[in-house]
C-alpha cells in the first residue's frame, strides 16, 4: 500500500532484514523500544537503506549512552 509512517531512529530497537531478487531489493522489519514491529517490504536500494538505517541507529545510541552520563568521570 501506500501508507506512510514515521520512526524516530531512536526508537528502533532492532532490524531485521530478508535480501530478494539476488540483493537488489528486499524486505525489512523494525522492531521498535515498545516491542512493536514496522515491516517494509519491496524496498528498492535495500543494502544502501539497510546500512543507512543502521548507522542511524548506532549513532543514536551512541548519543543516548553520552547523555546518561551525568558529573565527574571517574
Do not use: C, H
Request: charged content about 30%; overall charge positive; aromatic content about 8%.
Amino acid at each position: 500500500g501506500k501508507d506512510k509512517t514515521q520512526v524516530v531512529y531512536g526508537q528502533i530497537k532492532e532490524l531485521r532484514s530478508v535480501p530478494r531478487g539476488f540483493g537488489s531489493w528486499g524486505d525489512m522489519v523494525l522492531v521498535l523500544e515498545d516491542g512493536s514491529r514496522l515491516e517494509i517490504r519491496s524496498v528498492p536500494n535495500f543494502r544502501d537503506t539497510e546500512k543507512y538505517i543502521l548507522q542511524q541507529i548506532s549513532t543514536k545510541k551512541s548519543q543516548n549512552t553520552l547523555q546518561d552520563v551525568k558529573g565527574f568521570a571517574s
